[in-house]
């Protein structure tokens, strides 16, 4: 071959692209639009940008065809459009879907209607929207297709590394181009100049160009039309021989597929607009093209096009229904996996599974979340239990340094389970692929398991901002497998790739978490998001445990469910999104958590007996708690034994009870109570910067915080803990991420006053300011009678930009690992820096604690709502604000309000640490009267296990009970109910029975596993 690929390239594409134009056969400029009620609007109309959707409407007599002729809309409004065909959606335009094939309505007059937003896929704005063209054009299909198909011939010669293969298309393409004749007069060539894509922009980018025009008619001579057949032919018959002799490149499973962010840069209600265009785009292609298979995950879009478009609903639930569109996923969207606790993570598998099999009839055995940002090692046991055999994600590969090393694998979780995982990797489009010779030869090239198993998948389409995928995608599909070099594509579900995996594949074993070297930054951003997120789902926990004594209605309950849910998407909750955004959602979870509230209220009022001369606690935890709550009252309270209740007037004007005494899990205590005989502690003497109890010493200065432990007789921290800010620029992405370097910018925050608050004998505190400029940071640091944890409760008046704040707190621990809570297991991580991946790993999410242990002692750190940590040697850096200007330039201005804990413990057992960190995050419920029920709820014999829901049954009159153990033990554990029940049932997530249970009607046995969660259905 006498030129470069590159040259070679070069050489035909710009062949080609002269031919472009004898494609077309007709255009029509259709004028005479109506605007908004506004008449005779035509091209070159700008309209307002203020108040949208606006619609565009016009009635088009549509002409008949020839056999070898197609039909085409192409229309721009200004914006993303969704384009209605005599009242029903079919279609869509956005900068990728330019035009709409209506061939199918050749011969008729059709109403066109055109909803428009002034808006790019990517929610960039239109400043001055333009109505720009509205013409009709008459394609010659088998012009066309020949085009099509020399393009891909073209493309596989360019991206193909067979050497022999590429030099036999470059003789074939050469021959090709050869027989093809077009007019080469200079007036024929001027009319066509606009349409050809490789000279048209050259041609008018000169100094003064000439005056083309855009061809309405094209007529082109028999003979010449001959040619290009003649062509077609030709290439047909040598791509057959080479074929012939061509190994395929693998195989390849393909579905159409467009990723769409339930919110991003773009608020909800664009994303439901998003969702129909994109899926009515798909239902039109789907008719145009038989073979043509859709994939789309995400129950929560199904179910608004289903209120939004009850029609579209029904032809997609008839492609299902024919498997030519696969629901995939099984979840409700996809969510962040990092920053949900465990029961979350069931719901959203809970209610997608059982919305895709009332609706469609299957549920889907395939997780999909090419674009979440990491996955805790929790997942394979929720996903197993609730029907998913396997994973899919692309997102490792988005690693900035250590890349995976396998595409195939079993992945193992933490409690054994496993689910196979499939990732591939398109560095072109990613999971948006172009269906076309480039991406899917480089996907094919990259896939580093060909030699265990030489098939893996691509998904096509635009996305993330919706779209989907194009006519031109599906036409180089039909010819694309016609062309040697190519893998053996296969149009399919992609479940169907893991179903025919063959029995026996020897695939290694992950055992851990999938951690993503980047967006690092999610664990934190949007923090007031997170703390919402948060208390919702301690709200729905308690609003469900408390109404599965008392009844609830079930549908208001899965609404509340699925309102957290989709704020759960991986772009809401981790704190990408733009401010619209979090405006909504923080709305949301306000009226969510009022309605859990009035249901827990409502639940509280029915078991008790309102009686004002008794107070009743509740305690909703997993593990006992000792009587200490607040109420904004003075009482005067003791126990039936007698006992009187001491009580201390804090600095807030409420006032907090306290008694050794111990009120079961899922248990309650009555107190009796009067307005008199009140215990007031009276103020113990305390030194101003000093804080003391029998087991603890703190101390604060100007240098920071240091605890002694009396009874260890050793001190908590090396140093000093203290307030740190940092520069906070990422290389790439504000929102999402956080550079490794961060700490080099470290100042530690001087307090500018230190004063005591509260010196009671329950409670001292002392509180600490510090002032940034126009940020104040107060903490009051308080510790309790009897307690091993100091708290510190900050409020935050934040008006920072691209700054952090962390909590430095550089523990006296020797240690080479760090433990973190999962929510429903914990995780040990390396605190060392022996390789590139633990060098990769300088910050990493945990939930409500992460310990740091020696043997005989450690330290935990505990929160009520953050969730980013960096632990290097024994210094736990906490994450508690961040301030990127991109997509929302004031992300978490304001008001903030959070604590975290410092609770220091003999031994390295995490019991104690579970107990703590469950008392910050779930307040014991006051309630006057006497509580109806005298024993527990649920009465769990084994220390290690934990409750994860007590609620209803989603079907039938049953309750369910959920626990998971937390710490890696083993062994059988008897529950106790305070209901009555005649039979009982191990279940999966789905609440499906697997198998009967031995009971009495009143204990259950239940053999557990490490890390093990455990469904049990109470019935009758």
């Not at 900035?400 to 054994?416: A, C, S, T, V, Y």
């Not at 062309?483 to 579900?493: D, Q, S, Y």
């Not at 640490?913 to 527990?936: C, S, V, W, Y």
Request: charged share 25%.
């Amino acid at each position: 071959m006498y030129y470069s690929k590159k040259d070679a390239y070069g050489k035909f594409f710009r062949a080609i692209g002269e031919l472009v134009p004898y494609s077309i056969v007709r255009r029509n400029l259709k004028n005479t639009w109506i605007f908004q009620n506004r008449e005779n609007i035509n091209p070159g109309f700008r309209w307002s940008p203020r108040d949208f959707p606006v619609h565009f409407c016009r009635k088009i007599m549509l002409p008949y065809l020839h056999e070898d002729q197609e039909l085409s809309l192409r229309l721009w409004f200004g914006g993303e459009s969704l384009v209605k065909v005599d009242g029903k959606a079919y279609g869509e335009l956005n900068e990728y879907h330019r035009e709409i094939d209506v061939t199918e309505f050749a011969g008729k007059r059709i109403l066109v209607e055109v909803e428009t937003v002034p808006k790019g896929l990517f929610g960039s704005s239109v400043e001055s929207p333009t109505f720009s063209e509205a013409f009709l054009i008459i394609y010659d299909t088998q012009i066309k297709g020949f085009i099509t198909k020399l393009r891909n011939v073209l493309e596989v010669f360019m991206y193909s590394e067979d050497g022999v293969l590429c030099e036999r298309l470059y003789n074939v393409l050469n021959r090709v181009l050869s027989l093809v004749k077009i007019p080469r007069d200079s007036a024929n060539y001027a009319r066509g100049l606009l349409d050809d894509p490789a000279m048209a922009r050259e041609v008018t980018s000169v100094w003064k160009a000439e005056d083309f025009e855009l061809a309405e008619t094209r007529s082109l001579p028999e003979s010449f039309r001959r040619s290009f057949l003649e062509a077609g032919n030709f290439l047909d018959r040598e791509l057959r021989v080479i074929k012939d002799s061509t190994k395929a490149f693998g195989e390849m499973t393909l579905a159409g597929h467009a990723h769409i962010d339930y919110a991003w840069l773009w608020p909800l209600s664009e994303t439901r607009r998003k969702i129909r265009r994109t899926f009515a785009n798909a239902v039109r292609l789907s008719k145009k093209y038989g073979e043509f298979v859709y994939s789309q995950s995400s129950a929560a879009m199904y179910a608004d096009i289903m209120e939004s478009d009850p029609e579209l609903f029904r032809e997609i639930k008839r492609l299902i229904l024919e498997g030519r569109w696969e629901a995939v996923g099984g979840m409700w969207v996809e969510s962040d996996t990092n920053l949900v606790n465990g029961e979350s993570l069931v719901r959203q598998f809970l209610y997608g599974q059982r919305f895709f099999e009332k609706h469609f009839g299957k549920r889907s055995r395939t997780a999909w979340l090419p674009d979440v940002f990491g996955f805790t090692w929790i997942l394979p046991q929720i996903m197993k239990k609730a029907g998913i055999d396997f994973f899919f994600t692309t997102k490792i590969y988005w690693s900035e340094k250590n890349k995976p090393q396998r595409d195939l694998f079993r992945w193992r979780g933490i409690d054994g389970s496993e689910v196979i995982y499939h990732s591939f990797n398109n560095p072109g489009n990613g999971y948006n692929g172009l269906l076309g010779p480039k991406e899917i030869l480089t996907t094919m090239k990259n896939y580093k398991e060909r030699a265990l198993h030489d098939e893996t998948i691509f998904s096509f389409g635009y996305g993330d901002g919706g779209g989907g995928p194009t006519d031109e995608m599906l036409d180089n599909y039909r010819v694309l497998r016609d062309i040697p070099g190519m893998p053996e594509l296969k149009m399919r579900p992609f479940e169907k790739f893991f179903e025919d995996l063959p029995e026996g594949l020897e695939l290694h074993v992950h055992d851990g978490e999938l951690y993503l070297e980047l967006h690092r930054g999610t664990y934190t951003s949007q923090g007031r998001m997170k703390m919402a997120h948060r208390n919702a789902e301690r709200s729905l926990y308690l609003a469900e445990a408390l109404g599965t004594m008392t009844g609830y209605d079930t549908g208001k309950m899965e609404r509340l469910w699925r309102t957290l849910l989709h704020n759960e998407f991986h772009d809401i909750l981790p704190g990408s999104s733009i401010r619209e955004v979090y405006e909504d959602a923080l709305g949301e979870l306000f009226e969510l958590k009022n309605e859990a509230t009035k249901m827990i209220e409502g639940s509280l009022s029915e078991l008790s007996d309102g009686d004002a001369a008794y107070l009743s606690l509740f305690n909703p935890s997993s593990s006992p708690r000792r009587v200490f709550f607040s109420l904004p009252r003075e009482l005067g309270l003791s126990l039936e034994t007698g006992e009187k209740i001491v009580a201390q007037k804090l600095q807030n004007g409420e006032t907090l009870y306290y008694s050794d005494a111990e009120i079961a899990p899922m248990g309650s205590i009555v107190m009796k109570a009067s307005r008199s005989d009140v215990i007031m502690e009276t103020a113990s003497a305390g030194q101003e910067n000093t804080l003391e109890n029998d087991l603890l010493l703190v101390k604060v200065d100007e240098e920071g915080m240091s605890i002694y432990d009396k009874e260890f007789s050793r001190e908590v921290f090396n140093g000093k803990a203290a307030l740190m800010i940092y520069k906070d620029i990422p290389t790439h992405w504000d929102g999402w991420d956080i550079e490794k370097d961060y700490h080099l910018t470290g100042e530690r925050l001087a307090p500018s006053h230190i004063s005591r608050m509260e010196s009671g004998r329950i409670r001292q505190s002392l509180r600490v300011v510090f002032d940034l400029g126009m940020t104040r940071v107060i903490q009051d640091i308080t510790l309790h009678v009897h307690s091993r944890r100091v708290d510190l409760f900050n409020t935050i008046d934040w008006h920072m930009r691209r700054t952090m704040l962390r909590a430095d707190l550089p523990l006296n621990v020797l240690t080479r690992v760090a433990r973190y809570d999962l929510s429903c297991g914990y995780i040990e991580r390396p605190t060392t820096v022996n390789n590139y991946f633990q060098e990769a790993a300088f910050e990493v999410p945990a939930h409500r604690w992460v310990d740091l242990s020696e043997y005989g002692y450690g330290v935990s750190v505990l929160n009520n709502g953050k969730y980013g940590h960096g632990v290097r040697g024994s210094t736990v850096s906490l994450n508690l604000l961040r301030s990127p200007i991109f997509p929302d330039f004031f992300a978490d201005e304001g008001r903030h309000e959070f604590v975290y804990s410092i609770y220091p413990h003999g031994g390295s057992d995490l019991l104690g640490t579970l107990r703590e960190a469950e008392n910050i995050n779930r307040d014991l419920l006051a309630i006057e009267g006497r509580f109806k029920i005298e024993r527990p709820f649920i009465e769990i014999d084994a220390p290690t296990i934990g409750v994860m829901a007590l609620k209803l049954a989603e079907e039938g009159s049953g309750k369910v009970l959920r626990v998971a153990e937390l710490l890696g033990a083993r062994g059988r554990v008897r529950i106790r109910t305070a209901f009555k029940f005649a039979h009982a049932w191990l279940c999966n997530l789905l609440e499906e029975r697997i198998e009967p249970l031995a009971t009495d009607g009143e204990n259950v046995a239940l053999d557990y596993e490490p890390f093990g969660i455990y469904t049990v259905m109470f019935e009758g």
